[in-house]
């Protein structure tokens, strides 16, 4: 690259980091920087616990001491997120005296493995897999930083479970009746209204319309790294656990059924495919779609979009490996890239705005 180049791609760089600075920094308060004082669902006065920070990531080589220092946090848990990275393709998860105990995986057929000749899932041992789970996702919390973003707000809550000895995700399908996407697999959720609190308050509200999930039998671990969908909505992902005996009533207006997914078949799927995708606004990105086929509806559920966007998210977040497939992500600092990557995808949307002005 020559210099003329060079130069033009870092003032473009630069111009991004601005936009994102620009928003974040209208909070009239401080946060507590990446990770500290991070806690797992709501404190005593409904609001969000966890608070991340609300400065947006400076220019490269600039910085005060507190923003350094917060680059520095996320580097660590970076390196502790590569550290519970198995160390090959038989690697034990979860450890522990116990060991590992047998496979609760039954594959496509019920006893399909991998081609080294071992188990192709990536469950945890029962024992103690819930605590794991927590204790991953909240290095990931984002709590309310983005939410000075000028863009209309929406959340979704992604509902695991343990059930057979494994993380399960719920996810319902949209009735064929709703005007937006017709029978398409999504997580509950939807835009916010005048009356909630936060992203949490919507997605928990949401999901007790869609699906009968009362807020209270939710434990709220954390908020994820936001998405922006085709409507320039900003969707936050809001993770909960939710007890393995819960029976879905759906809303027959908003879904048609539910079903539930081993959360490693967003790391380890057996029918899986990619296309690139270029957004109104110019922004490149990969789609993830995958299939799967549920043997209690006897049937295949296609999952795609930003619903396989927060899925495979989450499941890289939670076990911690690579998966079979490519992704956008550096995987050896997965929370600086996926900040990385929110910031062009948003520059794009605000970039986009201006120039139909």
């Known amino acids: 690259m020559d210099r003329w180049a060079e130069s033009n791609q870092?003032?473009?760089?630069?111009?991004?980091?601005?936009?994102?600075?620009?928003?974040?920094?209208?909070?009239?308060?401080?946060?507590?920087?990446?990770?500290?004082?991070?806690?797992?669902?709501?404190?005593?006065?409904?609001?969000?616990?966890?608070?991340?920070?609300?400065?947006?990531?400076?220019?490269?080589?600039?910085?005060?001491?507190?923003?350094?220092?917060?680059?520095?946090?996320?580097?660590?848990?970076?390196?502790?997120?590569?550290?519970?990275?198995?160390?090959?393709?038989?690697?034990?998860?979860?450890?522990?005296?116990?060991?590992?105990?047998?496979?609760?995986?039954?594959?496509?057929?019920?006893?399909?493995?991998?081609?080294?000749?071992?188990?192709?899932?990536?469950?945890?041992?029962?024992?103690?897999?819930?605590?794991?789970?927590?204790?991953?996702?909240?290095?990931?919390?984002?709590?309310?930083?983005?939410?000075?973003?000028?863009?209309p707000r929406a959340a979704v809550l992604l509902p695991l479970m343990v059930r057979g000895g494994r993380l399960q995700l719920l996810l319902p399908v949209r009735s064929l009746q709703l005007r937006r996407s017709p029978g398409e697999v999504c997580f509950p959720g939807g835009k916010r209204e005048?009356?909630?609190?936060?992203?949490?308050?919507?997605?928990?509200?949401?999901?007790?319309?869609?699906?009968?999930?009362?807020?209270e039998k939710v434990e709220v671990i954390c908020r994820l790294m936001p998405g922006i969908d085709k409507m320039n909505n900003l969707v936050t992902p809001v993770v909960g656990f939710i007890e393995d005996t819960f029976q879905a009533t759906p809303n027959p207006d908003e879904v048609s059924e539910v079903f539930l997914v081993p959360l490693e078949y967003f790391v380890k799927p057996l029918n899986y495919k990619t296309f690139s995708y270029k957004t109104s606004s110019g922004h490149s990105t990969r789609v993830h779609c995958f299939i799967y086929h549920d043997q209690e509806h006897k049937r295949s559920f296609k999952i795609w979009g930003l619903t396989a966007h927060f899925a495979v998210f989450l499941a890289l977040v939670i076990f911690g490996e690579r998966p079979t497939f490519e992704v956008d992500y550096d995987l050896d600092n997965l929370i600086s890239s996926s900040e990385n990557d929110f910031i062009n995808l948003y520059a794009s949307v605000h970039e986009g705005k201006k120039s139909n002005l």
């Open 10 to 151: 870092m003032k473009f760089n630069q111009s991004k980091f601005r936009v994102l600075h620009a928003a974040l920094s209208r909070s009239s308060s401080r946060c507590e920087p990446l990770h500290a004082g991070v806690q797992a669902g709501r404190d005593g006065t409904g609001g969000a616990a966890a608070c991340l920070g609300q400065r947006g990531p400076a220019a490269p080589g600039a910085g005060t001491g507190p923003e350094r220092e917060g680059k520095r946090e996320r580097e660590r848990s970076s390196a502790a997120w590569r550290s519970r990275v198995p160390a090959g393709p038989g690697a034990v998860r979860g450890g522990g005296a116990g060991g590992a105990g047998p496979c609760p995986c039954p594959g496509a057929a019920g006893d399909e493995r991998g081609a080294a000749g071992g188990c192709r899932c990536s469950a945890l041992p029962a024992p103690g897999l819930m605590e794991q789970a927590r204790h991953r996702l909240r290095d990931f919390d984002v709590g309310d930083r983005f939410s000075r973003l000028p863009l």
């Open 194 to 215: 005048a009356t909630d609190k936060d992203d949490i308050d919507t997605a928990l509200r949401e999901a007790k319309e869609e699906v009968g999930l009362q807020p």
